[in-house]
Every structure is written in C-alpha cells, then in structure tokens.
C-alpha cells in the first residue's frame, strides 16, 4: 500500500493502457477497479488472520473465566467502568469517522475527507490517553499480572500492605488472614495499627521516652563489651519523653504530618501489647527515620526466649540466622539488626512511634517503651517470666494509615482475593496491550493517510488506502466492543 | 460533488449514505449506554454475561454490515470473514471440550504445589 512513484505514471501517462485519473493507479492493474478490488480482497484476509490471532486470546479468557469465575467477579472492581465505557464510545465515534472519511474520498470531499482523518486520529490518540492513565494508575499500585499481582490498594481505593511492602508512600496495614478471609495486622516493624486500640479499654498504658546513647568503642573501632555478660558496652546519655500526641488517624487526614505534632507514639498492636513489666524499645539508626526508611530492629540476647513477643510466633534459631543481617550474625548479640522479614501473626505487640517532623535521629537513639497496664480485655499473663528487658529496634517508623472501621468492614464484605487473581490481569494486560498496540499501530497508519489526503492523493478513482485502513480501524473497534463488556461490566 | 448520485451507482465501490452511517454510529452508542445500564441490574451472572454478549454481537453486527459495507460488498469477502469466524469457534469449543482435563492451579506456590502429573501427591514428611 505504499504510494506508487509518480514517474512511471507520468512516463506512462498515455500508453494505450487506459489509465487516467488518479496517478497512482498502477501500470500492472487493468483499471482503477482492478486496483481497489486486489487491495479490498487483500485487506479481508488480513482482517480474517486478525480474527484468528486475537480469538487465542479471547480462548485464553474464557477457558479461564470457565474455570475461575470467582477471580473474574473480584478483579473486574479494579477496572474503571467509566473509562471503559469512555473508550468504547471514543472508538465508535472514531469508527463513525473514519467510515465517513470513506465516504468522503469516494465523492472526492477533500476538506471532508481531511477533517473524518483528524477525528479519526483524535479519537485514537484519546483512546491511548485513557489507556495510559489506566495503565499508569495499575502499575503504580501494583495491580499487575501474575504473580506480580500484588495491590497496594483495594478496588474501593484502600490502602493495602503488599506482600512486597514496597508501595510508595505510606499504606495501611492490612494483610488477609487466608483462613478466616479477613483483615490482620500486618508485621510490627512495618506496621501495626489496630483499629480496636481506638476503642476505650483497650489502648495501652506506655511511657515512651527516646534516649541517646552511645556504644563504647576500643582504640581499634570495635566494640567494647562486657567482660561479664558479653553484652556490648552501652551508656546512655539524654534522655526526653516522647508525649502520647498523635492524633487520631483516618485515611484522609490531612493533618497526619503536621509536624508540630511529631514526634508522638501510640500503640500498635492488637490487644496483646505492652503488658505490665515488658519493655520496647524501638531504635532509630542515622538517615532512616524520616517517613519511608526501612524497618528493622535491635534485640537484646536474650532475644531467641523473647521471639515469641516479638511477633506472636516462637522462632527457631534457623529461622533467626535467616534474618539476621548485621554484624555479629551467627550469635544472637545486643543491639544486632535484625530485618523482619516475615511476620504475620495478628497478635503482634509494639509501639509505634512517629517521627513527622521528617527530622533525621542520629544513629544511636533508642525509643523505650514501658507499659504498665494491660489492655482490659486480655488475660493477665504470668508476669514472673516477662522480667527481662526487651529491647526492639526499628529505624523508621512510619506515619501509619489505621483503615477506619467503616473501611475494615467493606474490605471484610469484599473478601480477601482469590488465589491467582493476577491471572485476570495476565489476560487483561494480553488482551488489552494486543489491542493496543492495534491502535498505536492505527495512529501511524492514519498520520500516513493525513497527509496524503492533505496533499489531495486521493480521488473518487484512488481511495483504496482510505477504504482499507478504515477496515482495519473498525476491526479493530470490533475488538474493544467484546473487550468492554469481557473485562469490564463483568456482573 | 454535485455527481454524488453519479458515483452512488456507478463509483469503485458502494458509497454509504450519511443517514446509514450516522444511524450505525448512533445506534453503537445507544448499545453501549445500554449494556452499562444493564449490567447494574441484576438478572444473575448467567444471565447478566449473555445480555451483555447478545448486545456486543448486535453491536459487531452493525459495525460490520454498515461500517465496513459487508452487506453491500461482494459475497466473497463475507465468506472470508465468517470462515474467520467459524474456525475461531471451533478454536474456543474444541479447548473448552477438552477443558476438564486441566489442573485448577496454574500458579505455582509454596504452599499448593501443582500436583505430580501422575500418582498421588507425596505425603509430607
């Protein structure tokens, strides 16, 4: 479909053939017909491979759908209906145009033909407008195919802690308990507000002070320890309380980083936290505690019989060399960092403190908690046991984003997703990056016909590439009017 | 321009009408109006899924008869295009025929390993 040169036409302008009119009828067609109709025939086959190559994936989604309707019912929420149907019609419109463009080139309406082109053309850089803007909002909260599905947002727009917990900014601290399909808190270092610690009766009792201290070094740089206990040397030096002061949170608190009310603490756990003679201490490290740093935490030796309130769960030691990531690694030593790399018990305990005023803690400050009464709803545990000083570390701690109560319940109602949901936008990101990557292709080809109807090419004998290239275009709107209700106004 | 008529009966190929055209356009529009609308109303997930595959069909229909002047263009190119059609339905019912025979997971996970192609799965020890 390239135009012809003009010179062999122009050489043979009169050559007994009976081609007049439009130059770039070509020397080997009988006629202007001739012509049209080898392109015509040309254009339906190629039409019929479309077809074929997309309807792969049209197998791939029902197959799928057939199987694992529930997935389908779930993942269709993070589609935009609105863009969606946007979409369609822009296509339409598009189609409407570009079969007027048709039209207008078989009557030999330039002006006509020149103003269906730019419609049609228009509407298919509108179409890959809004195809950006889903395409940008999905990878950036991670709804994404296959296993890297994985939302930092719910579809209602909620903010979610990802199994990668690296969104941006600071999410929520909900992960689904698979067993009983509902909202638990996620790990204590990374998060860990409970909405039931707003209620009365259940928020700790905690003094939080933050101190300065500093690790006693030999000559040589290392660390002195304790000749007795082999506990490194450690001398704390000022000492400030940290006031209860953060206020009460909810998802679109734009107050949350007021620094005048930073830094602050409150209680992060569920009801098991901050029970009497138990100490936390959360540790910042230099450059980390503005809001984003990564988390991580200090324990003292004693921290193997202690794992269990870290997070809820016992440790083996296996598992605790698997974390271990600072110096001294394969004995358990005071103030070793220790990355928390998966914690997802609910009944987690810590206290989260709060550094908005996004100043930097310098590289030994400690964070102690010492709470004194336990939450009303929880038993008394045995307190004999519970004398040791434990000492957590964190070096950021987040502004965390509790969900109120009125989200938990919607996320409960919506239910956690059902496994391999990603699978819906692996078949999503096919069959909609295929299509596509039909109209960026649909761009080209009709900047191309633009500027041939610009410069009067085609003429009521010459409008074939006009005819075919608006075929195209509708095939390829015929494919979005059964992606639109496939993907979604799924019921 | 004044020998549009001209070119109506006797031009390259058949030339559709702006009433034809618009109509079609307008006709797409309304349809899909109509199958958002439809699928706030609950007729149950069966049910919800065919009307909502009966009005694309419609929708192609149009697209296809009109937009791209199948209904007045040779037989042969409508033959090409059903063919098309057909042999992506034998492609869709011979898989689904054949679907019973898949394994549920199609992810691999730690926790729910795909099952051994043959025997049972090994017992955790």
Known sequence: MTPPSEQPHAAHGDDGHGHTGSPF???????????????????????????????????????????????????????????????????????????????????????????CLAGTLLCALTF??????????????????????????????????????????????????????????????????????????????????????????????????DKKTGKWVIEPKASKPIPKACPPLSLHDEHRHDASNYPCWRAAAQPAVCRPGWFY????????????????FVTSDSFKDRAECIDGRSTKDKELKNVVKGEEDKKVSPLTT?????????????????????????????????????????????????????????????????????????????????????????????????????????????????????????????????????????????????LFPLLYLIH | MASSEHHDEHGISHVASVKVLVGTGGALLMLTLVTVLATRVDFGANINLAVAMAIAVVKATLVILFFM???????????????ALLAAALFVGFTLMDSGQYQETNIWHPDSPPLAPFGPRPTSG
């Open chain 1, 25 to 115: 009828i070509q020397h080997h067609y009988d006629d202007a017909q001739h012509q049209f109709d080898a392109g015509k025939l040309g254009i339906w086959i190629f039409l019929a491979q479309e077809v074929l190559f997309f309807s792969a994936l049209f197998v791939a989604y029902i197959l799928y759908r057939f199987h694992h309707p529930e997935i389908y019912s779930y993942a269709h929420k993070y589609l935009d209906v609105n863009m969606g149907a946007i979409n369609t019609a822009v296509l339409i419109f598009s189609s409407l145009t570009a079969a007027w463009a048709v039209r207008a080139a078989q009557l030999g309406q330039r002006k006509l033909l020149i103003a």
């Open chain 1, 128 to 225: 890959l407008g809004v195809k950006y803007v889903e395409y940008s909002h999905k990878i950036h909260e991670h709804i994404l195919f296959g296993a890297r599905f994985d939302p930092c947002v719910s579809s209602g727009g909620i903010p979610l802690l990802t199994k990668n917990n690296e969104c941006p900014g600071h999410k929520s601290s909900i992960l689904w308990d698979a067993e009983s399909a509902k909202p638990v808190q996620g790990c204590f270092a990374d998060v860990g507000v409970d909405t039931d610690l707003r209620k009365p009766g259940v928020q700790a009792d905690c003094e939080v002070s933050e101190t300065t201290i500093e690790i006693k070094k030999d000559a040589a740089g290392n660390i002195e320890k």
């Open chain 1, 281 to 296: 201490t959360l540790r910042c490290t230099a450059g980390s505690c503005a809001p984003g740093g990564k988390a991580s």
């Open chain 1, 338 to 482: 220790y990355e928390i790399s998966d914690c997802t018990r609910s009944d987690q305990v810590g206290i989260i403190v709060e550094y908005g005023d996004h100043e930097e803690r310098p590289e030994e400050v400690i964070v102690t908690a010492t709470c004194k009464a336990p939450p009303k709803a929880v038993a008394t545990p045995n307190l004999s046991d519970l004398d040791t000083e434990l000492v957590l570390g964190k070096k950021a701690i987040d502004p965390q984003t509790p969900v109120t109560t009125h989200d938990a319940h919607e996320l409960e109602a919506m239910g956690p997703p059902p496994d391999n949901t990603g699978m819906f936008f692996t078949i999503y990101f096919a069959m909609t990056g295929l299509h596509g990557i039909h109209v960026l292709f649909g761009v080209f080809v009709f900047i191309w016909l633009l500027i041939r109807a610009i410069k009067g090419q085609f003429t009521p004998d010459y409008f074939g590439p006009v005819d075919f290239a608006a075929l195209y275009w509708h095939i390829v709107d015929l494919i979005w009017i059964f």
């Open chain 2, 69 to 83: 002047h199948l209904k007045y263009d040779k037989l042969f190119h409508s033959v090409i295009f059903v063919s």
